[in-house]
Nanobody, 121 residues
Framework: QVQLVESGGGAVQAGGSLRLSCAAS????????MGWFRQAPGKEREFVAA??????FYADSVRGRFTISRDNAKNTVYLQLNSLKAEDTAVYFC????????????????RGQGTQVTVSS
């Protein structure tokens, strides 16, 4: 079993930056896709970014502003959030697993509890 614990969320002004971390414990395979989704109040959960064997995937809304990276030795995935906007306000969830489509939340084997990001304009 794999557990995912997110950290790094918080409140920031528009234009600011945050770095989210997701620490995985248990039997984590370097071949797993790891990624991030987010859900804002009253909105559906949406794909943010994923990384698999060095290949990265981004939602159009965050490409160029967010960067996903991974440290396999630490079983940790990071999401650097730059140039934050009010519309980035959401709970950010970490996911991991063997998936075909990184944008499909339900296909991931493991999911974290989420960390809140609040951006004020």
């Amino acid at each position: 079993q794999v557990q995912l614990v997110e950290s790094g969320g918080g409140a920031v002004q528009a234009g600011g930056s945050l770095r989210l971390s997701c620490a995985a414990s248990g039997r984590v395979f370097s071949s797993y896709t790891m990624g991030w989704f987010r859900q804002a109040p009253g909105k559906e959960r949406e794909f943010v970014a994923a990384i698999r064997s060095g290949t990265t995937f981004y939602a159009d809304s965050v490409r160029g502003r967010f960067t996903i990276s991974r440290d396999n030795a630490k079983n940790t995935v990071y999401l650097q959030l730059n140039s934050l906007k009010a519309e980035d306000t959401a709970v950010y969830f970490c996911v991991a697993g063997t998936v075909v489509r990184p944008v499909d939340y339900n296909s991931y084997n493991y999911r974290g509890q989420g960390t809140q990001v609040t951006v004020s304009s």
